[in-house]
């Protein structure tokens, strides 16, 4: 039953911000896979609504480095249709394109040829004059993950990309790389030696854009600026904490790629983790970047691991009916879209308190949620002839990623009358609505941070090992069978059964999607 007219005030504080987001450098943006799906889904949406919004740099340009061959009008032509799909803002601000469509220009060239390294050296010496950007350069490979080595050295050959050995140098250089940040621990730490023959840790971006998710980012806030619920975050108040991310698509044309991947890789050992941690982490020192980052890898470090035969009790996998027929998936693969674990951080905090955590395609509908379940009233009071205590509902604070981003918060009261009757109420706020103003996509403040070199939202070499080395066994268990079976599920369910036995052996069940 929803309450009619349930009001949220909000009250902004007076006076400066807590920490002001600083002014972006002037720089050039040189985007590699500029054609590609990422591209024009999110880079170019994201790149323009900062335009509109004013907050790119006065001095600033984007060189798009392309396999195709595309001049400049055709290259503009190619990112406006994507623009008036995918912007934030419809219909497309026109003015605001022609403000935006002169800083864009194209490039084509071969990953493995060096001779399109020195063109590019080139084309960019010219743009720092002409634009003014000082010569700052932020690299970003919305390419195959096999493609980064092969575009780093290009770089690093042409004099483009080379080591910063002091803290603020000028000009920068820094390079951003989306996932999946390697295949397994292996490759993942390949990777990272890879990177770390040319770069600088602090000019590595590996981003995640569940990280700048104004909800994700809000957890921190949350937490640690009430005191109503600070003291409650521990083992003697908090029963469990579930963390979902439903998908209601299919693979969607990806089946090749995703069948290399599967759940586990493309979900878990990045943007669920990555969240776990910041419910899980302890108070920073400050919100500067590596104090934080500092913290949610001691969460890393404390996971329990999971190996061999304790894989198939605490790690269920499934796969939608009709995966198999696919269009570039193996006939008998193994890779599963659908994964429900139990999860253990052996910290002083969290002792004896599960994580469960379930990821999956084709599911009931699309959500990503995080809820914190606190334990049972003791029974004595409500335990009179009806027994009301078997109808008592624990309190669960929802912190909502996707779709509507925003908190709500359950809790028992009196239905208005004679007897006693008790009723659950949820409170919600959605962040859109009290702020009235819309949340930014991700991409957009990931972008601003990394032209301004802030990486608190961005992982860590040593962060990504450590989930790697979480999750690998874990997957090898899996691909041998010793992980369990492979359950099939409908499409427009809530997954295989198995999920809710899990959850059912400790005498709980998942929130409802």
Not at 5 to 17: N, S, V
Request: with cysteine.
């Amino acid at each position: 039953m929803e309450a009619q007219g349930l009001h949220i005030e909000t009250h902004p504080r007076e006076g400066d911000p807590l920490l002001r987001a600083a002014r972006p450098d002037p720089c050039t943006v040189v985007l590699f896979g500029a054609t590609g799906d990422l591209a024009q889904r999110k880079l170019f949406p994201a790149l323009f609504e900062l335009s509109r919004a004013n907050l790119l740099p006065d001095h600033f340009a984007v060189v798009a480095f392309s396999r195709s061959q595309l001049d400049d009008e055709a290259f503009r032509r190619h990112v406006k249709e994507g623009l008036q799909k995918f912007a934030r803002t419809q219909p497309l601000d026109e003015a605001a394109w022609q403000r935006f469509a002169p800083r864009l220009e194209g490039i084509s060239g071969g990953y493995d040829d060096p001779a399109s390294f020195a063109r590019l050296r080139e084309r960019l010496e010219k743009v720092a004059q002409r634009e003014g950007t000082q010569g700052n350069q932020l690299y970003y490979l919305a390419t195959p993950a096999s493609t980064f080595p092969q575009i780093l050295h290009g770089l690093a050959d042409a004099g483009l990309l080379s080591r910063e050995e002091r803290p603020d140098q000028k000009p920068w250089r820094r390079i951003v790389i989306e996932k999946p940040f390697g295949h397994d621990l292996e490759s993942a730490k390949e990777l990272n030696r890879e990177l770390a023959s040319v770069l600088d840790e602090k000019q590595i971006f590996r981003i995640d854009h569940y990280l700048g998710k104004e909800t994700v980012q809000n957890i921190l806030v949350f937490r640690f600026a009430n005191a109503i619920f600070e003291p409650l975050w521990n083992r003697n108040h908090i029963d469990h904490v579930e963390i979902t991310a439903a998908e209601s698509i299919g693979v969607e044309g990806r089946a090749g790629f995703y069948d290399e991947t599967g759940v586990i890789r493309d979900m878990v050992q990045n943007h669920l983790l990555q969240v776990l941690a910041l419910c899980a982490m302890e108070p920073p020192v400050s919100f500067a970047a590596e104090d934080i980052r500092d913290e949610k890898n001691k969460v890393f470090r404390a996971l329990r691991p999971v190996e061999g035969r304790e894989v198939s009790r605490s790690v269920v996998v499934g796969q939608y009916e009709g995966y198999l027929q696919e269009k570039g998936v193996k006939p008998d693969s193994r890779t599963p879209t659908y994964v429900a674990m139990k999860l253990s951080v052996d910290s002083w905090r969290w002792e004896g308190v599960p994580f469960y955590l379930r990821a999956g395609k084709k599911l009931k509908k699309r959500m990503t949620e995080v809820s914190i379940h606190f334990k049972s009233v003791p029974i004595g009071l409500f335990a009179g002839e009806g027994a009301t205590c078997q109808r008592l509902q624990p309190n669960v604070l929802t912190l909502r990623i996707q779709p509507q981003e925003g908190i709500a918060l359950s809790f028992e009261s009196k239905v208005p009358g004679e007897d006693v009757n008790i009723a659950g109420v949820t409170m919600d706020f959605n962040y859109a609505e009290s702020f009235q103003k819309p949340v930014p996509e991700a991409y957009e403040r990931l972008l601003l941070d990394c032209m301004r070199g802030n990486a608190t939202l961005f992982a860590r070499k040593d962060s990504v090992e450590q989930a790697w080395a979480y999750v690998t066994p874990i997957l090898q268990a899996l691909d041998s069978g010793e992980g369990g079976t492979v359950h099939t599920y409908a499409s427009g369910t809530t997954g295989p059964q198995a999920a809710s036995a899990l959850l059912a052996r400790d005498g709980r069940r998942w929130t409802q999607l």
